[in-house]
T-cell receptor, first 115, second 109 residues
């Protein structure tokens, strides 16, 4: 089966611009998660979808970040306007079982560089 | 909030040697997982140990869990150059997976 797919793999944008990251989970996985790793720091949870609904968005840093999962399939994470501190690697993961079961499948990540 | 903290932050060893990484966390958990990230690539799930388990093996990996000390260790035996990567522990409880900052392992051929 295909794994979790993220694109683009790398994005370089200027401060103030908009970037949209996409994640295609494993087919049939209702649970989709976004995480990010800012340079040199820990990997932090952003939000969790169950199908098309936001189950937990407690990790979203501010209202410049907007995540959607229309139709409960792929998800997008938009950053508008991007700031320098948004640079990092954004990971997406999916799972069949709810979040506390563990064993997520992660994508390869999108490396975002804001200059 | 609970948080995995890996130790050491960086580790450099010769091929064939064993590598041990430690992780501490703060609150009660359902399970603890270890992930690997190769440079520029995604996170790969290595092993999961449940809170009622004390030790688990998978190939060259050995994980221990001490819930009384809120700590875990990951041992990689007979390391290879391909093991060079960042290793993260992540705790799972009533909150989403919480990761630490990771240990950067370099295996020198």
């Amino acid at each position: 089966e295909a794994g979790v797919t993220q694109f683009p793999s790398h994005s370089v944008i200027e401060k103030g611009q908009t970037v949209t990251l996409r994640c295609d989970p494993i087919s049939g996985h209702d649970n989709l998660y976004w995480y990010r790793r800012v340079m040199g720091k820990e990997i932090k949870f952003l939000l969790h979808f169950v199908k098309e609904s936001k189950q937990d968005e407690s990790g979203m840093p501010n209202n410049r970040f907007l995540a959607e999962r229309t139709g409960g399939t792929y998800s997008t994470l938009k950053v508008q306007p991007a700031e320098l501190e948004d640079s990092g690697v954004y990971f997406c993961a999916s799972s069949q079982a709810p979040r506390d079961w563990g064993g997520y499948t992660f994508g390869s990540g999108t490396r975002l560089t804001v200059v | 909030s609970q948080q995995g903290e890996e130790d050491p932050q960086a580790l450099s060893i010769q091929e064939g040697e064993n590598a041990t990484m430690n992780c501490s966390y703060k609150t009660s958990i359902n399970n603890l997982q270890w992930y690997r990230q190769n440079s520029g690539r995604g996170l790969v799930h290595l092993i999961l140990i449940r809170s009622n388990e004390r030790e688990k093996h998978s190939g060259r990996l050995r994980v221990t869990l001490d819930t009384s000390k809120k700590s875990s260790s990951l041992l990689i035996t007979a390391s290879r150059a391909a093991d060079t990567a960042s290793y993260f522990c992540a705790t799972s409880g009533n909150t989403p997976l919480v990761f630490g900052k990771g240990t950067r392992l370099s295996v020198i051929a």
